[in-house]
């Protein structure tokens, strides 16, 4: 194959760095593009150790930018947009998530068409499938079961409407002549070093004597290393560019697992940081239904006060179903037709996180050090 390049969106985010590393190191690759709204310092020193290895462009910029969209898409042959806003807390505006999620995705595709890059992989997540309800159990889940959210919170359902963009774009005709194929990858809850859903529950613990919330005992999930994430990026990217292997691939999303054990979020924060001195809150959890309907009152009470004053909940309808649901899927499709096995095995994942949880609780204890001194 000729020399190619390659543009990978939100490329400063936690997954996105790691699929430029990868990426760096695939065959006759000329350029790697990073588009990202900011790149921390201890990203960009990253990134300039590999500039020694490969052409590595950063460009600071909005996906919502068209000019930057068209600059960062000029002469790539390919686009894997990682980039998103995440958010579980209702924490961000509804229209910056729709904004960024959806017409960022739909502006990119179109941009890809002006500029004619025929392949696009797109980041999706599990939470397009659901879980809808704590009480339906899933289990193994698999592609042909065309699960979809039935939520309207902002970040399932942006996710929902851009993986339908980047999937019903399959097909479309390029402004050379060409065509554009898509697919899009659902990983499970991706964590890892430098994670910042993990960094955030080890930091509220650190904030609480070390002890680690017990939001999500009920819960039953696969969470997948990102190592295995980005690898499974440069699987499919291969196979959307292998003339024999594309057909297949075109227009289709693959769920994202590995050999993780099937566990409670719980469980899995505790598994990473027992070791550091971190422990599970062994108070009383209420039984989900209860928090469900109190969750449920809180978004009443939040939605008639709307008109007087912003009250956010501490938690949603949605949020207590996520993380009390059983929900887990085989990635059977994408080692079928991907070719796709985890890179790292669980062993070698939890050893790496649990190192990099170690060093977030050795930060801690040196910052309370030069505090109290
Ligand atoms: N973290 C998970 O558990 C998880 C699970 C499944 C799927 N995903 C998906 O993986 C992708 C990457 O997530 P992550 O965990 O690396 O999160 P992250 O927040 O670390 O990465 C997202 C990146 O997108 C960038 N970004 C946000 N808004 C932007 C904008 N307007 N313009 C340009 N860049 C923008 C951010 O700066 C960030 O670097 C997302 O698409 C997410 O939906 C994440």
């Not at 006759?28 to 020694?52: A, H, M, T």
């Not at 997540?125 to 309207?152: K, M």
């Not at 819960?219 to 990217?237: F, K, Q």
């Not at 928090?291 to 949605?318: D, G, M, Q, T």
Request: aromatic share 10%; net charge neutral.
């Amino acid at each position: 194959m000729a020399g190619w390049s390659c543009l990978v969106t939100g490329g400063g985010g936690f997954l996105g760095q790691r699929i430029v590393h990868l990426l760096a190191e695939e065959k006759e690759l000329q350029e790697i593009r990073v588009l990202d709204k900011v790149f921390r310092p201890e990203v960009r020193e990253e990134f300039s150790k590999l500039q020694s290895k490969i052409r590595l462009t950063l460009l600071e910029g909005d996906i919502l930018d068209e000019q930057c969209l068209k600059e960062a898409c000029q002469g790539a042959s390919v686009v894997i947009h990682t980039a998103s806003v995440i958010d579980v807390m209702n924490v961000v505006q509804r229209e910056t998530i729709m904004n960024v999620n959806v017409r960022g995705t739909q502006l990119l595709l179109e941009t890809c068409v002006q500029a004619s890059v025929p392949v696009f992989i797109h980041t999706s997540t599990i939470e397009v499938a659901g879980p809808n309800s704590y009480r339906e159990i899933i289990q193994d889940g698999h592609e042909e079961e065309h699960l979809e959210t039935a939520w309207s919170s902002p970040y399932p359902y942006s996710k929902k409407l851009a993986e339908k963009a980047v999937l019903g774009a399959n097909g479309w005709a390029l402004k050379n002549g060409g065509t554009l194929y898509t697919c899009a990858l659902r990983p499970m809850y991706i964590y890892g070093e430098g994670s910042p859903l993990l960094f955030a529950h080890v930091d509220s613990a650190l904030k609480n004597n070390g002890i680690l919330s017990n939001h999500c005992k009920f819960s039953r999930v696969n969470p997948v290393y990102v190592g295995n994430v980005a690898w499974a990026h440069i699987l499919a990217l291969r196979a959307l560019r292998d003339p024999q292997k594309a057909p297949t691939i075109q227009g289709q999303f693959y769920y994202i697992s590995d050999g993780t054990p099937h566990q409670s979020y719980d469980d899995l924060n505790y598994t990473l940081g027992k070791e550091w001195g971190l422990c599970l809150d062994s108070g009383m959890s209420l039984p989900v239904s209860l928090k469900y309907w109190l969750a449920f009152l809180l978004e009443i009470v939040s939605f008639l006060l709307s008109p007087i004053y912003k009250y956010r909940p501490p938690f949603n309808c949605h949020l207590v179903t996520l993380s009390n649901s059983v929900f887990t899927f085989s990635y059977k499709k994408a080692q079928r037709e991907l070719g796709y096995e985890p890179l790292f095995t669980w062993e070698e994942a939890k050893q790496k996180t649990k190192e990099w949880v170690g060093s977030l609780v050795k930060q801690h204890k040196e910052t309370l050090k030069t505090k109290t001194h």
